[in-house]
């Protein structure tokens, strides 16, 4: 039994409460005021001994002053009571209440606590006691859907075109990685772009449904941040795949968000234009997912990342509310609506720039419907060779001289290393263990060395894009000229038609799938200093044979090395399934060694549910806070994509 603190007479009691509880345990609990009046509360056990207590009325706790907390969702919460800061905390507002099993019959005076002067306290001014109060939020539990919300989301879902609904659960929902998600999950699929806004706050008119919500593109992602962890809603955008122009003087190319990749490159190049994303599973992602995760690929050198390219959004908010972010406001039909306040320009440097929170932000704080993107001028002339180093010292120069050589052609350099590429071969273009001429060729450039040597041969995939192609192939011969004549590299390999060209980008863009082949792959997306790109490969290669030998690990780089962007994958030969225990090991050296290096645990395919706990090794405390007060401030009642980028003590505790 526990009284509250300023009402005597109301006392109310506890079942099945845990028999221990920890310095952050929480239980949702009902008083039951004189006054009558219901109110959720969240308390927090500090100890067993002791409950700090918020009323969702408004009770005075300083004297004059009166509570003056954020309501979120149904309740009332106080900072958590677990650190040193905290229990300053507590000091100050004088709201601890004993728990006690003496009777409900007690005195007012004997539970209700004294207050000190009001406008300082331990040399703390009263404001400063207020912001401490509004600190911290907590958000009603979420809950999943039943039938009638299937019966209210197909209500506003149309048929059309084939939108609709699937009430089936996915049990065995999971993204490319293998991040599966809870049971009991519901799929709202191919939602049509004009009811999005109707249904992101499900029935919220009547606050009758409170739950997760995931938005989905292709589901190609490697962190599961499209993969649900509870009974939540998926929304797939699939349906969403309108391509409404591409303005023939600006470049600028306007499209849904579930456009499938590969359809804008055909669209773009068909009007002499360039995509400028590129990525390998381009036959199956979304430009909404793209954008979500702010995808790179193998033009970022040249053609910058999705913040320069990405002229405008339209979004939709957790509330309802749709925004376009220097954005034409497009019907449905195709109509643009032009007004004198909304339109897709290259520069507009009026206010504060909201479409960059939204990129890379996973779908936590809202859903990307439409993008404006720009696109280049396709290229009349293209170049590629395969190179062949002995070290990674020789990959350092080739990208020195290529800078200076090839200048403002240059468009692309794809790394790869020998592991990688002895897998392609045994598992990449059908598994037949040989794989076409010019990777046989690659892999035994000289053949007077011996495997051992061979095996820490290095390869770099070098493409050029330019306008004069009588220029541009005097300037790659060049390049190939200078490295040669200096010992660079060991062999070269330069491509004479598009054919060949095609092929050579095969055997980079089959380096993913053939991994796979072979065993369960742990999948790591880091940005490392371009000096220590090796290095860390390495030094995460000696741990691993000396921490988890038993499965013969083989670890495999490659990546956009121009970037300092490397896809280390550990494969597990012949072990198809993840084991957790090996996970962890796996995670921990890789990261380890990331962070040890100055480097960052995700480069271009986002946190998801896999790196949301590892942020916060990353960031500091103040850039923590602020993410979860944007967090708070878009989706306050956090049913955007929950549980995900964010670590889980800034998702229960958003800080206001």
């Not at 979420?142 to 699937?166: A, C, E, K, M, Q």
């Not at 916060?616 to 989706?635: C, T, Y």
Request: charged share 25%; net charge positive.
């Amino acid at each position: 039994r526990l009284r509250h603190p300023y009402r005597s007479a109301a006392s109310f009691s506890v079942s099945g409460a845990p028999p221990s509880l920890g310095p952050t345990s929480e239980l949702l609990i009902i008083f039951m005021l004189p006054s009558a009046t219901r109110s959720f509360q969240r308390v927090l056990f500090p100890r067993a001994s002791e409950v700090v207590v918020a009323s969702r009325t408004r009770t005075p706790l300083m004297g004059r002053d009166r509570f003056v907390g954020h309501r979120i969702g149904w309740g009332w919460i106080l900072p958590p009571v677990d650190d040193h800061r905290s229990r300053r905390r507590r000091r100050q507002l004088s709201v601890i209440a004993s728990s006690s099993s003496s009777s409900s019959s007690s005195s007012s005076s004997s539970s209700r606590p004294s207050f000190e002067n009001n406008k300082e306290r331990d040399g703390i001014p009263r404001d400063h006691r207020r912001r401490c109060i509004r600190e911290c939020t907590s958000r009603a539990e979420l809950r999943g859907p039943n039938l009638n919300d299937v019966i209210h989301f197909r209500s506003i879902l149309s048929r059309r075109d084939g939108g609709g609904i699937i009430t089936s659960l996915l049990e065995n929902d999971s993204d490319s990685r293998g991040a599966r998600g809870g049971g009991g999950t519901r799929r709202v699929q191919r939602g049509l772009d004009g009811t999005v806004s109707r249904f992101i706050p499900p029935r919220a008119e009547t606050r009758e449904y409170r739950g997760g919500v995931v938005p989905r593109g292709g589901n190609t992602g490697l962190c599961g941040g499209a993969t649900p962890l509870r009974d939540e809603i998926v929304l797939s955008l699939e349906g969403m795949n309108n391509i409404y122009g591409l303005d023939e003087h600006s470049g600028i190319l306007t499209c849904d968000s579930g456009v499938i990749l590969e359809n804008l490159h055909a669209y773009s190049n068909e009007r002499g234009y360039l995509f400028p994303l590129d990525i390998g599973a381009k036959g199956t992602c979304q430009i909404g997912g793209n954008v979500s995760t702010n995808a790179g690929g193998q033009y970022f050198f040249r053609f910058g990342g999705l913040h320069g390219t990405v002229m405008g959004l339209e979004v939709v908010l957790p509330d309802g509310r749709v925004l376009h972010l220097n954005m034409d406001n497009v019907d449905d039909d195709g109509t643009v609506q032009r007004t004198k306040r909304i339109s897709t320009h290259r520069k507009d440097n009026t206010g504060y720039d909201l479409k960059h929170i939204f990129i890379g932000a996973e779908g936590t704080i809202g859903v990307v419907t439409k993008v404006a993107i720009a696109c280049p001028a396709l290229p009349t002339s293209k170049n590629a060779t395969l190179l062949v180093c002995d070290s990674y010292c020789d990959v350092l120069k080739v990208m020195a001289t290529a800078k200076v050589e090839l200048g403002e052609i240059l468009s692309a350099m794809e790394f790869m290393d020998h592991n990688t590429l002895k897998l392609v071969q045994a598992h990449g273009f059908g598994g037949n263990g040989d794989g076409p001429r010019l990777l046989r060729d690659m892999l035994q450039s000289d053949p007077s060395k011996q495997e051992s040597d061979r095996s820490r041969q290095l390869y770099l995939l070098v493409e050029t894009q330019g306008s004069n192609s009588a220029d541009d192939a005097s300037k790659m011969d060049n390049f190939l000229a200078h490295l040669y004549d200096s010992g660079t590299i060991r062999n070269g390999f330069l491509a004479q038609d598009s054919r060949q060209m095609t092929e050579m980008w095969r055997i980079r863009e089959s380096c993913n799938p053939s991994v796979s082949r072979a065993g369960c792959v742990y999948k790591f997306d880091v940005s490392v200093p371009i000096e220590d790109y090796m290095t860390i490969a390495r030094e995460v290669e000696g741990r691993l044979f000396a921490s988890v030998k038993h499965v013969d690990p083989i670890v495999c780089v490659w990546g956009h090395v121009n970037d300092g962007n490397a896809h280390i994958n550990i494969v597990t030969p012949g072990r198809f399934e993840t084991e957790s225990a090996i996970e962890e090991t796996i995670e921990t050296i890789v990261f380890d060694e990331v962070l040890k290096h100055s480097g960052s645990i995700s480069a271009e395919h986002g946190i998801g549910q896999k790196k949301n706990e590892a942020l916060g090794r990353l960031k500091d405390e103040n850039i923590m806070v602020i993410m979860a007060q944007i967090k708070a401030l878009f989706d306050p009642h956090g049913i955007m994509n929950p549980g995900k980028y964010l670590p889980k003590k800034y998702q229960h505790n958003m800080c206001k």
